[in-house]
Nanobody, 120 residues
Framework: QVQLVESGGGLVQTGDSLRLSCVASGRTFSGDAMGWFRQAPGKEREFVAAIRWSGVVRDSVKGRFTISRDNTKNTVYLQMNSLKPEDTAVYYC????????????????WGQGTQVTVSS
């Protein structure tokens, strides 16, 4: 059974940094895509970043967020710098076989989410 477990969320102030981690178990995703999505209250889930061999991030977080992975640990990270109140959301880790996708419906595996709250 595949499990994705996120950690690293919390309450921070504008301009602070956080690093989210997502550990996968049950299968290896070293050659596959892993990504991060987020959902703010009252809004639809949106793509944040994903990585297979290289990372891609949404335009609104470019220059602030970086995605990386450690295949020896079956773990993907999201480094978030210069956080803004509009980054407040539940952040979800997702995984899929094959290439990166920005549509969440393409990912069959999901974590439970970790809350990120940025105060102004």
């Amino acid at each position: 059974q595949v499990q994705l477990v996120e950690s690293g969320g919390g309450l921070v102030q504008t301009g602070d940094s956080l690093r989210l981690s997502c550990v996968a178990s049950g299968r290896t995703f070293s050659g596959d895509a892993m990504g991060w999505f987020r959902q703010a209250p009252g809004k639809e889930r949106e793509f944040v970043a994903a990585i297979r061999w290289s990372g891609v991030v949404r335009d609104s977080v470019k220059g602030r967020f970086t995605i990386s992975r450690d295949n020896t640990k079956n773990t993907v990270y999201l480094q978030m710098n210069s956080l803004k109140p509009e980054d407040t959301a539940v952040y979800y880790c997702a995984a899929r076989a094959g290439v990166v996708a920005t549509n969440g419906n393409a990912y069959p595996y999901w974590g439970q989410g970790t809350q990120v709250t940025v105060s102004s």
